[in-house]
């Protein structure tokens, strides 16, 4: 079940909250754990199986941890989150990277050792990140051991950000899971909020990227590629990329403020960034923050020299790619931008910093674009052809007729997009309410409109329309 989905937003989303106001409050995480259950079985019945298992170990884990804290055994409370942190990356490893270990171990010795053909459970790589946090944060004191399992598994498995994240530490949503509040304002910003990520997920990244689908397809199949074309293709991806996982982010965000929680931002205007140390700030937040915190510092960070801040900054950069899937792509993709960070590092930053703004913003989306071409085709083979056709290897030539004809059909929706990954309308938007008032009738009847249109416009094309993917599921 996906958030863009009509079974979602009129059957499973009502009655949610049906069953989760008119619940006592003792009652409302119960609901949203069940419920969340639900959801969960609705695509993968089995391995709601391996979600309570993790809720079970971590859980426990987490008792563990403090009840030996509370002794003063701290080696014994670290080899508990030692045996958390290896059971969660097990279960992760075993349904992630099974095949992908032995597809490399066949090829590099010739074996013949069957793949295991399992499938990915929908959401574990959030959900396990998760759960090792809350364990590494009792042993760190960041947080408060959770007594109450059904208030954990509801963290665990709560439905608004379990298939896409953003990635919640338990130590942000501590006090929340037993003490939270929805208010009519809470609730009307949730639900601006999910309109607004529901806009950007249905109009705009599955429009785009039925054109990106299309000119990966002629590259596939060996068709005549311009340039032009090529450029346009790795800005499609770049566009569907963004508003498919920032859009999915802003309903999760929503659904949250709704049920009364408050979940951090996972995009800033990733693409106004002016180096690619800047866009990684912006860009997953949530990740990165992840990352930072529980492998990056834990390292040694930038305090060991800067050999050693080299080696964490690339360790931790491949460990990013390969999270993100079980192909070499990930890997190089991750590789990547590890590079980009250290070079940048080293010495890049304080040139750039001498340059115009916009020059930034160019270098910075010029390393973005190639960066997209190697993560959205799994050959790198593939993805190296095409990055050569967007350098003029093996093309039709630098225009043609078919890349004008592209612009004039996607001219107008390249525009919006180009616009909406910007803060221009937060910033038009700041001077409206500058000019009538936060809680003038025009700004609350404006408001009120656009968001009205945005999910009838949305709601009549997920009923129309057969393209719907979602980039994130297979993470």
């Known amino acids: 079940m996906v958030f863009s989905s009509l079974l979602f937003l009129f059957r499973f989303l009502p009655i949610v909250l049906l069953l989760y106001f008119i619940a006592p409050g003792k009652l409302k995480n119960l609901v949203l754990f069940l419920m969340s259950l639900i959801f969960y079985a609705w695509g993968e019945p089995v391995y709601v199986v391996l979600m309570l298992f993790s809720t079970v170990v971590d859980y426990t884990h987490g008792l563990l941890v403090q009840h030996f804290k509370d002794k003063g055994k ?147 199949e060996n068709g005549e590629l311009s340039v032009l074309t090529a450029w346009i293709g790795a800005l499609a991806f770049a566009f569907q990329i963004y508003f498919d996982f920032s859009g999915y982010s802003d309903m999760a965000i929503g659904l949250g403020a709704m049920f ?19 866009f990684w700030r912006r860009w997953h937040i949530s990740l990165g923050t992840w990352f930072k915190e529980y492998v990056y510092i834990p390292l040694g960070g930038n305090r060991c020299g800067k050999a050693k801040q080299i080696r964490n900054i690339l360790f931790v950069w491949a460990l990013t790619g390969i999270w993100h899937g079980a192909s070499w792509n990930f890997m190089m993709w991750g590789i990547y931008f590890g590079v980009l960070l250290v070079v940048e590092k080293l010495w890049l930053l304080k040139f750039l910093e001498k340059l115009p703004g916009w020059a930034q913003n160019v270098y910075t989306m010029f390393l973005v674009l190639i960066s997209w071409m190697i993560f959205a085709f799994d050959s790198m083979k593939e993805g190296a052809a095409y990055i050569g056709r967007m350098f003029g290897m093996a093309v039709s030539g630098i225009i043609d007729e078919k890349a004008l004809y592209i612009l004039g059909s996607y001219g107008m929706i390249l525009i919006i997009l180009m616009i909406g990954c910007t803060e221009l309308p937060k910033k038009l938007t700041g001077i409206l309410i500058g000019k009538w008032g936060r809680e003038s009738i025009a700004t609350a009847v404006v408001s009120n409109v656009l968001l009205a249109a945005i999910l009838i416009l949305s709601v009549a094309f997920i009923v129309d329309a057969s393209y719907n993917p979602f980039l994130y599921f297979r993470f």
């Open 74 to 220: 701290m080696k014994r409370a670290r080899m508990v989150v030692a045996s958390s942190v290896v059971i969660n990356l097990a279960l992760l490893c075993f349904f992630k990277y099974s095949d992908f270990l032995i597809n490399n171990l066949n090829h590099l010795f010739g074996l013949k050792i069957a793949n295991l053909n399992l499938g990915l459970p929908i959401g574990i790589s959030f959900y396990t990140f998760q759960t090792m946090s809350y364990t590494i944060d009792v042993y760190r004191g960041d947080a408060r051991v959770q007594k109450n399992i059904i208030s954990f598994g509801a963290y665990v498995a709560l439905f608004p950000q379990l298939i896409a994240g953003p990635i919640v530490q338990y130590k942000t949503v501590d006090e929340q899971m037993n003490h939270r509040r929805v208010t009519w304002e809470g609730f009307a910003y949730g639900v601006q909020r999910f309109v607004i990520g529901l806009g950007k997920k249905v109009l705009l990244a599955n429009n785009i990227g039925l054109l990106w689908d299309h000119i990966k397809t002629l590259s596939l």
């Open 260 to 278: 009364g929680f408050r979940f951090n931002e996972n995009f800033n205007y990733p693409y106004e960034s002016r180096s690619i140390t800047e």
